[in-house]
C-alpha cells in the first residue's frame, strides 16, 4: 500500500505541475487561444488550476431544497434490471413512446435528425425498430460510433436484446477487428470503418440505412462523413440517413441536409442537484475519492460516477479508493456497506470494461471511475451521484510542434451538462462539481471545440485525395477546418513522399491510403519495402497499433522492469518490440511464456492479429515478406524514414532538442536506449509525450546521414548536425552580413565619389 500512495502522490504532483501546463500554454500560446477560440494567457491558466484554500479540500454549498429531494430518493432507487425482463426493459425507454410516429417520419424522409437526451434508446432501439420496419430485407442497417468501445458494448446489448449471437444478426466492427458475419443486418461501428468503407464502395450499396450516432460529438471521421454521406444521399434515393445527437444544436445538422426534419424524444429525466467547489481544486484526484467517500458512508442508495482525464488518473483514484474502503473496513467495528470500483476507459480489455455493466450485489454500491466515454456513449442505469473533475483530455494539433498533442483541458459547459445529467437517468440526483461556480460561467467554452477544426489532418487528407477530391478547400464541410491545418497536413504528407509536387497522390501514397495505419506508420510499412525488411517493419507497426503490451503491476514494479530489460535492443524501442514479438513467436506463442515474462498476453494476440491483417493487405499489393534476417540496422533506417520529422539530437547529458525547432524533448526514463551506455546523438520518436515534462515515446538512435537522405528537405548532408532553422538562421545571417559589406561599399564608393 506503500507503492500505491507513492504512485497516487506521484500523479498528483502531475496534476500541481502548473509549470508544464503553462509552458505548453506558453508554446502553443496564442496558437491554440485561436484554435478554441479563446483568449487565454498563460497566466489565467495558471490561475485556473492555483491552489486557494486548505489543502485541496471541496467545501459545497448546500441547497437546503435539495435534501429533502435526497430523503425521498431511497425509495427511488429500484434495480430496475434485476426485476424487469429484457423486453420490458425496452419498452420502458423514452423511445418506445414514440417509436411508430419515428418509423413513418423515417419513412416520409431520405434524412432526419433524432435528438433525445441520452440513454433515451437511441444507440440500442434505433437500429432494431429499422429492421423490425422491414430496412433489414434487402440491405443492412448501419450505426457508426465515434468510439470503439461503445460500437463493441452497444453491439453486445442489442445482439442480447435480440437473442442472438453476437456476430451473427448483430455485429460490430472496429479497426483490426470484424465481429461482423454473413448473416449481420445490424451492423455498429467506428465512423473511421465506415469512413474506409467508402474508398472501396462509394455508394455504400450494401447499406439501406445509415445511423449517424453521437453526431453531437464531432469526431472528425464523423465529420468528414457528413460530406461524403450528403452525396451518397443525393445519389442514392433508396438510401436513409439518421443523423442523433443527445443536444439540442441539431438544427445545424439538419440545415446542413438541406432543413431536413428534426424529431425530437421527449425526455424524461429527473433534476439534478448541482453543487459547486466554493473553491478551485488543487487535486482533483483526492478531492474525488473524499467525496466518494463521502457519498458511500453518508448518502442515500444510488450508484456514484466520477469523471477523470484518463487512464493514469482513473487507475490512481480507483486505487486510492480501494485503499480507503480497506482502512475503513480494518477501523470500523460496525460493518461497512461493500464498494464496487469499476474503472472504464477506452484501453481497458473489453471484459473489464463489460462489468459496469453488471448489477451489483444486494446493499453494495456502484462507484464508476471513467473518462467522458460515460458523458454520452455510454448509459449506466442507477447512477446518482455524479463527482466532475470539470476536465477531460483533447487532442489538439500544436503547430509550433507540428503535432497533435493529448492534452488537459477544461470541458465545456455543454459537456459539463452532460456528466451532470447522468445522475438525473433513474431519480433525482447529485452532481457535485469540483470547480466553482464562476469557473463555469466565465472559463468554460460554451461548446467543445469539433475534431476537424483542433488535429491534425494527414489521414483524412489522404483519403479525400484518394476519392478524387482535388480541392480540399472546397470540401462540404460542415465546420470547415482552418485552411492552415489542411495545408500543414499536406505539407506532413508531401514530406512523407505521399503528395507530389502539385499536391497529387504519389504511387507512395496511393499505397499509404491501403493501409488502416497513421500515414508514418503505413510509409515505414511501404520503406520496408524498398529496403527489403518487411517482415521486421510489419512487427514493429503491428505492435505500435496496439496498447503496450509490458505489464506492470504496481506491487511488482521493480521486478517487471527488470522483466522488460531484458528484452532491450539497446538502439531502439521500436526494435525491442519487435525483439518481444519475435522471442513470443520462438516460444510458440505462449500464453505461460507471456506471463512469466510479464508481457500482456491479450496485447501480443492482438498485435498478431493486426499483422495477419496487415500482410493481407501487403498481399494484396503483391508487396512480397523480405526479411533482413538478424541485422536490423537496416530496419532502424526504415523506422528512420517515417519519423524523420520527428527527430531529435542531442544538446547536453541526456537532453535532446527537437531537430527542427529546438524544442526539448527528454528520453523516456522506460527507453531502451538507456541501456546502450552512452546517448546517441540522433534519434527519432513515434510522439511526444507531454505529462510533466515532454517525454519521446518509442525512441530509435539514427545516424545522422539517414536524415540527410530520407529529409533533404530539413537536413543537408554538409550540415548534417545542424538543423533547417539553424540553416536558415545562417543563411539570414550571412545574407545581412554580406547586405552590411555591400552597404558599406556603397557608401564607400559613394565617398570616393564625393572626394573626387
Ligand atoms: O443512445 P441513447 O443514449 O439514447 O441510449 P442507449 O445507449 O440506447 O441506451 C438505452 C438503454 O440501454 C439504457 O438504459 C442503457 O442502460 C441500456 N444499455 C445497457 O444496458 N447496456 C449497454 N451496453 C448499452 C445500453
Ligand atoms: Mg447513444
Known sequence: SRKGSVLVREIHEKQSQNKSRQRFWELAGSKLGDILGVEKTAEQIDAD??????????????DARFSKHMKEKGEAVSDFAKTKTISQQRQYLPIYSVRDELLQVIRENQVIVVV????????????????????TTNGIVGCTQPRRVAAMSVAKRVSEEMETELGDLVGYAIRFEDETGPNTIIKYMTDGVLLRETLKDSDLDKYRVVVMDEAHERSLNTDVLFGILKKVVARRRDFKLIVTSATLNAQKFSNFFGSVPIFHIPGRTFPVNILYSKSPCEDYVEAAVKQAMTIHITSAPGDILIFMTGQDEIEATCYALAERMEQLVSTTKKGVPKLLILPIYSQLPADLQAKIFEKAEEGARKCIVATNIAETSLTVDGIFYVIDTGYGKMKVYNPRMGMDALQVFPVSRAAADQRAGRAGRTGPGTCYRLYTESAYQNEMLPNPVPEIQRTNLGNVVLLLKSLKIENLLDFDFMDPPPQENILNSMYQLWVLGALSNVGGLTSLGWKMVEFPLDPPLAKMLLMGEQLECVNEVLTIVSMLSVPSVFFRPKDRAEESDAAR??????????????????????????????????????????????????????????????????????????????????????????????????????????SALYGLGYTPDYVVYH???????????CATAVEPQWLAELGPMFFSVKESDTSLLEHKKKQKEEKTAMEQEMENLRNEQAEIERRN
Open 49 to 62: 488550476t492555483a491552489v486557494v484554500g486548505d489543502e485541496g479540500e471541496v467545501d459545497f454549498k448546500e
Open 116 to 135: 433525445g437526451e441520452t440513454g433515451s434508446g437511441k444507440t440500442t432501439q434505433l437500429t432494431q425498430y429499422l429492421h423490425e420496419d422491414g430496412y
Open 565 to 670: 530489460e531484458k528484452f532491450f535492443v539497446p538502439e531502439s524501442d521500436h526494435l525491442t518490440l519487435l525483439n518481444v514479438y519475435q522471442q513470443w513467436k520462438a516460444n510458440d506463442y505462449r500464453g505461460g511464456w507471456c506471463n512469466d515474462h510479464f508481457l500482456h498476453v491479450k496485447g501480443l494476440k492482438k498485435a498478431r492479429e493486426v499483422r495477419s491483417q496487415l500482410l493481407d493487405i501487403l498481399k494484396m499489393l503483391k508487396i512480397p515478406l523480405t526479411s533482413c534476417g538478424p541485422d536490423w540496422d537496416i530496419v532502424r533506417k526504415a523506422i528512420c524514414s517515417a519519423y524523420f520529422h520527428n527527430s531529435a539530437r542531442l544538446k547536453g547529458v541526456g537532453e535532446y532538442v527537437n531537430s527542427r525547432n529546438g524544442m526539448p524533448c527528454h528520453l523516456h526514463p522506460s
Open 687 to 697: 510522439e511526444l509525450i507531454l505529462t510533466t515534462k515532454e517525454y519521446m515515446q
